[in-house]
């Protein structure tokens, strides 16, 4: 066990290795040549056109003006500057509720990490058990801060007992607080949104075939019948997951094309060639420019096809349709209600925002769902209790003798004794950290077996398997020894009454281990973060080969949003670390504020800075982060009842008991005053809103606003006569006036907030981020959409542009 | 351990008993007498008004017909001639399904008793373990035929593990059959249902009291803002416990003057007289009939102050409100949408029946719903575990010692050595049977203190509990040794996959025990039921003391109707039994097959001739007894893995883990197909029934049909004046129609069915029993309100007539 200065080393460490990566990006944001790696939310916003610096050559690469490398921590105050409201309208209110769970976590933890330390390290260190122990025990520094310092039977752990109470009472008040808070942000957020296809529209799962009538006939008399007053229109869903990836495959020859184009203009003596084969090992050799202008030819004749048969095929019009209406007040009544006496038949809700919808699950029929999601959890049982078996499997074939056996050229080197101890020592460890790398991919993937139609509700189901995994894995796993696996048989084979005694005895031991993980894993990771090595590799890499025009660049620079599969439930983990040490071993918690902070900061920089949100939910996972932050309490609850049960503290053990009780009631009943805030949809609401509506914009055209709001993304490539076919207003719209009419309402996420004052974080604090520049950004973009608008329906980013722009 | 003689002779004990209930009942109920005992439903139909026969002065009383006595069994043919359809329009649809549990279970067992007895017996007996060990052990003969006598290791658990599949299966295929027809039946019902109040009405609880508005006000205000083109009007709520209770009061004083009056009248020479003291043991002696009658004057004068404090104190009206709309359509959307951006305020929820409604707990304020639930869920587990406590304390009291200390006089008898030891057996089992007899009282209490608003939900969560009772206490309790609170404290700090081991093992020992249990309690119970001994001596003791007139005898008779927190919880238990048995001691099914057959037959004779059901809920208490089955499915496979475990058969036992998997997705199945039917109100259904109404009753006056469905029952006994104030059209309507109207409405339960048979138990059979007769029965009540549905809104019955009459 280490001790306080083993501690200081690491934390030693993990600092040194932060401030190295924030010096680095301190270095390389300043540099023009990286302005979109590190700013592309603002060339997003319309805000930027290139990088800022103009002058001579070297200095649009190669930032030369010396005193802005000594500010290179000016970041931090800038990333505090904007205030919430303009945050919300920046970068969406997922991103500022998102943030508020950092400031939440500084808010719980900051008095409890006052009051534990004042007064439990004085308690712990006074008893002294451990002090007269110590040439028996190996006993760590940090244990005699610690609850295990205390001698068992002491009358001191009144003093534990009533601090565990004090802080359960602390942080159910902040997190009812914080709720309130969320809650009205949202319903506040909602409120102020200007108009939206999404306020208008329920999807609508399930629609029966009747035979002898189409789809589209049975919607329009169904709704017509059921809600005469308030039925407008809908749009019938097509299966273009077929279409969909031609085009992506068109889309990677196109790229091959422009890269070996590119390559030619380069060097036009020598036309680049490819050979055929397999991965281009073996086979013919031809000229690469023709055999891609060949294969893509080839594509778009079978894309045509394939356009057809979408557009003429009724088979593939999916029983699934988006149902729009003429009020909000109407969208609301049908996305709550039982439309059928058969309830599965005719399954509405409300409509995702047009961006949000997984289009590829829309296709997947509903008798399969309740299949998927039983095959799906029982697969997220075995991931989360089995996963090292596979793992050990692998880890046994990826040995040196197996290495040796399929490389054998590679025998001379691994023979050597240095390279040999070090693969020995890597090789076993490779497979556990590529699966540890590609696991919320595969988290993600069951997500979407799982069939939902939204990308937000998959992202949460994506973090909800992941907060289980590293709950059993991380927490669970690194307390009691053995896999996974190994303490479910232990726990299966235990009275239920020892699994806390097990536990608990445990958690005070291996507070170190935990102080370091919060190192390596919260300061240094996020470090690491705010770094984007990755983007910006890629970036550079295509920005060499590939990038021909401004638009191209656009699309070479990938913004990304926050990962919430990946941050929710490491975040959700440090809660569970604080909460759990804060009676056991408070020692702990300052390493957590310490991570809070600067988390908080850097997410602050990325969201006003990178990020570029791919939906808005309207923080519809902060019930998630709640009942997780009660599930934390509950678990620490049960694991001081079971450390203090081995402390023999008979008497003060039982006072524990009610606790659990006592939050589990505060649960339900944030349950049942805040949830329905995000789950429903207020009728008072919808109404207020359609009045105000009726008064503003009497004379508006519903049917041309919403004509092709939940069109599959895939046919705004088609032809105009053809769209017609499939729109809902089946009439000729001025196109781009409707574009511009949706480009404008996406523009209003924010819309009626105060005039605010600008933000920008180099340029004149009086220009405006809100207003398009005068160069409108929709020139760089086809048809006028912004391009993650327009492509991220697929669930997947076009790494180069579309094919579309080049028929 | 019994053998087979000896449950041989059980069963003959009970076989016995059974019938001489039976034959006591079919001397009794053929007396004209008893008539309104063994037919009170005729008589609220009102195709009886006195008994059948005329004659002499004799035959009035006794049935002097003597070739009526040799067919003492014609109640059976006669009891299963009526057709579903008729007895859902003579019972209402609860009725008819409640008996479909009956045939359910017959429907189930039947072929697994013939599969399970015809394969099981014979490779169990086979195997025999037991006959050789016979010298060792005490084995009984009925474990020579379970599963005990297969030797460990045996392949021969294959076959139990194939048959518990296909139990599984088949009672599967049989639920979600029998869960299609009862949904089918429901919505069908519903359907076919006139026009009726709570078709159009929604309980709205926490309307929040805006200073300087009246709730009245405010509930005009928001409906006609939210729902402007359905929102009819509303019923404001109020709080008349205090005056319902001043009317019970009276109503117990004026049996006392009914009494005293017909003593006098029998007995001119001697006025009665009582003592005014504590329960008329000392204090002053009076004349009764003026001390009761100065008692009611003084009660009239409190009951009118009351009366005008309800009607003029704004803080008598409660935040809850019935609220009406203009279509059924209207309400439908109403009660399944949220209203408030607030999720606490305006709750809607469908309305119950008006005669469904639990008026008293309108008044709980909701904030206190959810302290309400923790504490009776709280008390429910400590009830189930804990009850044997107070028991037993109570039994140490109550001993002989004790009850020579409180009556020292009885102490020559007591001492008798005979009279001792009867009393020493008898005691301490009477507290535990005190409590057993009171405890769905207290369930009950307990259900209306968690603040349900309609009499069949309190019913439903009062049979739940009840059920978790059973299960706890009878089930587990008679399988494993020691209380409850025992078990629960062993299972605490057992393994979990331990529990299943000690209780399967244990089961094969304890089939003796339950076959008794279901003869005693089901066979004899049964027959026990029919003969209503309890509502036969009230009704004579009442008939002698307070009849005076034909309504008084009316009021006596007590026709209850089907208990439902008793009976569905113990048919529960009998399925639970059956499937557990199934594969382990298959000699037990032929018994519980007598149980459902038996208990299908009175049940159905007693819905026809006596029952009069207090509410319709349209069988909403399927859903329980399905998830229920399937919950003793689950148990059944738990209990049999784990008995197969100790018999070491671990090449066989992991094929049953896939089992309970499989039950509990096709549970969810289950649910998401069918459930919606029971909780929720499909949009179509309204709007159909809806159009209908528009072209069948164009100008109905629903607010005059809708005045004063909702009004608390106590209002009726109001004058007409003050009525105007609280009714919803606020406008004099003659009074009379609308109760017609409602009498109509309400008898329409049945409406659009087929012109049907006549169907009488002994009248002849082409008098229809659905035409009121000659003389109408409205006549006899008061109002025109048969007395059932005007005074069972408290909950409580009235057992002698109302004061309201007397004004």
Chains 1, 2 share one sequence.
């Not at 800038?78 to 769970?101: C, P, W, Y």
């Not at 040999?420 to 556990?432: E, V």
């Not at 990946?566 to 390493?591: K, R």
Request: aromatic share 14%; charged share 20%; hydrophobic share 45%.
């Amino acid at each position: 066990m280490a001790t306080l200065s083993d501690i200081g080393v690491s934390a030693l460490i993990n600092i040194l290795s932060a401030f190295a990566f924030l010096l680095a990006f301190a270095l390389l944001r300043i540099q023009p040549v990286n302005d979109r790696v590190y700013f592309p939310k603002w060339y997003i916003n319309g805000e930027r056109a290139s990088p800022r610096r103009g002058g001579n050559f070297v200095a649009k690469f190669v930032n030369l003006d010396f005193k802005t490398y000594l500010t290179f921590l000016n970041w931090m105050p800038q990333a505090l500057k904007m205030s919430e409201t303009q945050l919300i309208n920046h970068a969406g209110l997922d991103s500022a509720v998102f943030l508020r769970i950092y400031t939440l976590g500084l808010k719980i933890f900051v008095p409890i990490a006052v009051v534990a330390l004042l007064i439990l390290i004085p308690v712990n260190v006074s008893s002294g058990t451990l002090f007269f122990l110590r040439k028996e025990l190996v006993v760590s520094d940090i244990d005699k801060l610690s609850i295990s310092n205390v001698p068992p039977k002491s009358i001191r752990f009144f003093v534990h007992i009533g601090l565990e109470y004090l802080f359960t009472i602390w942080i159910c008040y902040m997190l009812y607080k914080e709720y309130d808070n969320v809650a009205t942000m949202r319903l506040h957020f909602l409120a102020s949104q200007r108009r939206r296809a999404e306020q208008f529209t329920v999807a609508v799962r399930n629609v029966p075939q009747i035979p002898g009538h189409s789809i589209a006939d049975s919607l329009d008399h169904f709704f017509k019948t059921n809600h005469p007053d308030t039925y407008l229109c809908h749009q019938a869903v097509y299966n273009a997951n077929k279409f969909a990836s031609l085009v992506r495959k068109r889309d990677r020859l196109q790229n091959w094309l422009d890269y070996n184009q590119l390559k030619f203009e380069r060097n036009p003596e020598k036309r680049p060639t490819k050979k055929i084969g397999f991965l281009g090992l073996w086979g013919e050799r031809v000229d690469s420019i023709d055999f891609y202008k060949q294969q893509i030819k080839e594509f778009d004749k079978r894309m045509e096809l394939e356009r057809q048969k979408v557009l003429k095929d009724s088979k593939s019009i999916l029983p699934v349709a988006f149902v729009s209406f003429k009020s909000r007040w109407g969208a609301a009544v049908c996305a709550q209600t039982q439309q059928s006496k058969n309830p599965t038949l005719w399954l509405t809700d409300w409509a995702p925002e047009p961006r949000d919808v997984y289009w590829r699950n829309l296709a997947i029929p509903f008798v399969s769902l309740t299949i998927r999601k039983l095959i799906i959890s029982l697969s997220v049982f075995a991931l989360v209790f089995f996963y090292m078996i596979p793992i050990a499997f692998v880890q046994s074939l990826a040995n040196l003798e197996g290495l040796e056996r399929v490389a054998p050229f590679l025998r001379p080197v691994i023979e050597l004794k240095f390279i040999k101890s070090f693969l020995q020592g890597f090789l076993p460890g490779l497979a556990l950290k590529i699966f540890l790398y590609v696991l919320p991919t595969i988290l993600m993937i069951m997500s979407k077996i799982e069939g939902h139609i939204a990308v937000s509700t998959l992202e949460r189901r994506a973090s909800a398997k992941y907060y289980y995994f590293m709950l059993v894995n991380v927490f669970l796993g690194s307390i009691v020894t053995g896999t996974a696996f190994q303490q479910l048989h232990s726990f299966l084979h235990q009275p239920p009454t020892q699994i806390p005694r097990t536990i608990g005895v445990s958690i005070p031991m291996k507070a170190t281990f935990f102080i370091t993980y919060i190192m390596v894993d919260g300061w240094a990771g996020i470090a690491g973060e705010i770094l984007r090595l990755k983007p910006l590799v890629i970036f550079h890499l295509k920005n060499m080969f590939l990038v021909k025009t401004e638009r191209d660049r656009e699309m070479a620079m990938d913004p990304g949003s926050v990962d919430y599969p990946e941050t929710l439930p490491s975040l959700q983990l440090y809660f569970l670390l604080g909460i759990v040490y804060a009676v056991v071993t408070p020692i702990l918690l300052p390493f957590i504020l310490v991570f809070f902070a600067f988390a908080y900061l850097v997410y602050r920089h990325q969201i006003i800075n990178v990020y570029n949100p791919q939906y808005e939910s309207g923080a519809a996972f902060w019930p998630h982060v709640h009942s997780r932050i009660i599930a934390s309490l509950l678990i620490s609850q049960l694991l001081l009842m079971g450390l203090l049960s081995t402390k023999e503290a008979a008497n003060s053990t039982p006072l524990l008991v009610i606790l659990p009780i006592l939050t589990l009631s505060f649960h339900k009943y944030c349950k049942s005053r805040f949830e329905p805030a995000f789950r429903k949809h207020p009728l008072e609401e919808a109404m207020a809103k359609d009045l105000l509506g009726r008064t503003t914009e009497p004379d508006i055209n519903l049917k041309a606003f919403l004509a092709d709001a939940y069109l599959h993304p895939i046919f705004r490539s088609f032809k105009e006569e053809e769209l017609v076919e499939i729109r809902v207003d089946k009439v000729r719209v001025d196109r781009h006036q409707s574009y511009a009419d949706n480009a404008q309402s996406r523009d209003d996420i924010s819309s009626p907030s105060p005039p605010h004052h600008a933000y920008h974080p180099t340029s004149p604090p009086h220009h405006s981020y809100h207003q398009p520049t005068t160069s409108p950004p929709q020139d760089i973009y086809h048809h006028g959409i912004p391009p993650q608008y327009d492509y991220n329906h697929y669930g997947y980013h076009y790494e180069a542009e579309s094919w579309t722009s080049r028929d």
